[in-house]
């Protein structure tokens, strides 16, 4: 007589292991078609998103469909690619509305744009990259805008700067060699080069980016203090090249070193000498 052997769930075992393993995979997966997503590449086709996260196109198709039932992506009408959803307002607004950094951010971001005719924005550090949670538009014509939930992560940048001069050497080093901060040409000397730069942003109090990621903009950065004294975020004042002298640069930085002082007085905390 043959006796079958039970199968898990009849032994009294459910696979939950195996069911966790699988469910934790289709959400890292749907994270990461998300993610493909940018203020740079607003639209993104299913061939493409299936290139960038390395998935079979009707695995990402079923992710799409899945997350267009939800509201978290929809199709463009004219092209028929996918763009973000405003489902994902619905998610991320009460994390936004409870963030104390952008409540007392915002009212000093108005002055200053009001004070500097440029774009104010608020920056928060998440793991390595550099994430916009508020922000006042220039009244320009011509400005630079970035829409809430743009991520940064290249060195140049003026709040990927900030971020990482408030960093250990060692980390800095181990995050640009992996990849994780993008520095063109990184040779040695080159890596020791932007290791000084960032010791001259600890410094004097704030970071410029004068065309470096973008032949026609300007950004400069300066760090804001929470009541403990870590690092809250930054302030950034976006401008297009052409309306920024080399002297005028040192004026819009410091109006933005001095926006950073207040706001981290409003959160309890004690500016950089």
């Known amino acids: 007589m043959t006796v079958s052997k039970p199968s898990a769930a009849s032994a009294g075992g459910n696979d939950n292991g195996a069911s966790d393993s699988r469910g934790a995979s289709v959400l890292v997966n749907a994270v990461d078609v998300l993610r493909c997503f940018t203020a740079e590449q607003p639209l993104q086709g299913v061939t493409e ?12 198709s079923r992710i799409l469909a899945t997350l267009e039932q939800e509201d978290l992506v929809e199709r463009d009408l004219s092209s028929r690619r996918f763009k973000l959803g405003l489902g994902l307002i619905a998610v991320a607004g009460p994390l936004l509305a409870d963030l104390d950094e952008r409540r007392a951010a915002y009212p000093v971001l108005q002055e200053l744009t009001e004070r500097t005719g440029e774009t104010s924005t608020f920056m928060v550090w998440n793991r390595g990259e550099s994430v916009c949670v508020e922000q006042v538009p220039s009244r320009q014509q011509v ?77 400069v950065a300066a760090p804001v203090f929470d009541h403990r004294g870590g690092l809250a975020g930054c302030v950034m004042v976006a401008a297009p090249r052409f309306r920024v002298s080399t002297d005028q640069l040192q004026a819009l930085a410091e109006a933005c070193r001095q926006a950073a002082a207040k706001i981290t007085v409003r959160l309890g905390g004690q500016p950089a000498a």
């Open 49 to 60: 998103i299936a290139a960038q996260v390395g998935l079979h196109k009707s695995t990402v």
């Open 143 to 219: 400005k630079h805008t970035t829409p809430l939930g743009t991520r940064y992560n290249t060195a140049w940048s003026s709040s990927v700067q900030v971020f990482l001069a408030n960093e250990g050497t060692e980390k800095v080093r181990a995050m640009l060699s992996a990849g994780q901060i993008q520095l063109p040409a990184a040779t040695d000397e080159n890596v020791e080069d932007y290791l000084v730069r960032l010791k001259q942003a600890a410094s004097q109090g704030y970071a410029t980016n004068y065309g470096e990621t973008s032949l026609d903009e300007v950004g």
